[in-house]
T-cell receptor, first 112, second 116 residues
Framework: AAGVIQSPRHLIKEKRETATLKCYPI?????VYWYQQGPGQDPQFLIS???????DKGSIPDRFSAQQFSDYHSELNMSSLELGDSALYFC???????????FGPGTRLTVL | AQKITQTQPGMFVQEKEAVTLDCTYD???????LFWYKQPSSGEMIFLIY??????QNATEGRYSLNFQKARKSANLVISASQLGDSAMYFC?????????????FGSGTRLLVRP
């Protein structure tokens, strides 16, 4: 079965640089979520999109922005990167059985 | 206040035995859902089991079952016949309400180690 695809899987950036993370949800899933998981922490909700519109916003810094495109893929844009942005970034898409979320493999971002 | 509390930072279990991972939650919303996810050392988050607040029966999925005690606001995960591959971090999560968001709030996780 198709799963959520995230790219890149690993990303190394310098402070103050920008990064773009991409997410391709499971086919026919119309809702996408972004989470940030710092080292040894639980995932924290950043932002979500439903039918290409932002549906909810969590603890997402103003330096970050995201959007969902007409093919339902989503991109998380991160600017002026800081050391504290180093984390595992998950994208998830929502299933229809229990409204459960299926997570992608994550993008591990390291900011040097 | 913590919405999801997992009080066991780490647990050991002998292979082939059963283990219970604790989860308590806090919400005033009558409609909510509870999830358990497994995160192996490779990092991916794997959906295991779901319990809805209106479900009359405890959820089961293969070797996973959920001991749902609504009055006590607890949703403990029971893994039967533990296998070495069950060694991982386990997160309890909740979504509240019936809005279009359904974002998840996670607990701090329990690291399970299965001994051979």
């Amino acid at each position: 079965a198709a799963g959520v695809i995230q790219s890149p899987r690993h990303l190394i950036k310098e402070k103050r640089e920008t990064a773009t993370l991409k997410c391709y949800p499971i086919p026919r899933h119309d809702t996408v979520y972004w989470y940030q998981q710092g080292p040894g922490q639980d995932p924290q909700f950043l932002i979500s999109f439903y039918e290409k519109m932002q549906s909810d916003k969590g603890s997402i810094p103003d330096r970050f922005s995201a959007q969902q495109f007409s093919d339902y893929h989503s991109e998380l844009n991160m600017s002026s990167l800081e050391l504290g942005d180093s984390a595992l970034y998950f994208c998830a898409s929502r299933g229809t059985r229990y409204n459960e979320q299926f997570f992608g493999p994550g993008t591990r971002l390291t900011v040097l | 206040a913590q919405k999801i509390t997992q009080t066991q930072p780490g647990m050991f279990v002998q292979e082939k035995e059963a283990v219970t991972l604790d989860c308590t939650y806090d919400t005033s919303d009558p409609s909510y859902g509870l999830f358990w996810y497994k995160q192996p050392s490779s990092g991916e988050m794997i959906f295991l089991i779901y319990q809805g607040s209106y479900d009359q029966q405890n959820a089961t999925e293969g070797r996973y079952s959920l001991n749902f005690q609504k009055a006590r606001k607890s949703a403990n995960l029971v893994i039967s016949a533990s296998q070495l591959g069950d060694s991982a971090m386990y997160f309890c999560a909740m979504r509240e309400g019936e809005d279009s968001s359904y974002k998840l709030i996670f607990g701090s996780g329990t690291r399970l180690l299965v001994r051979p």
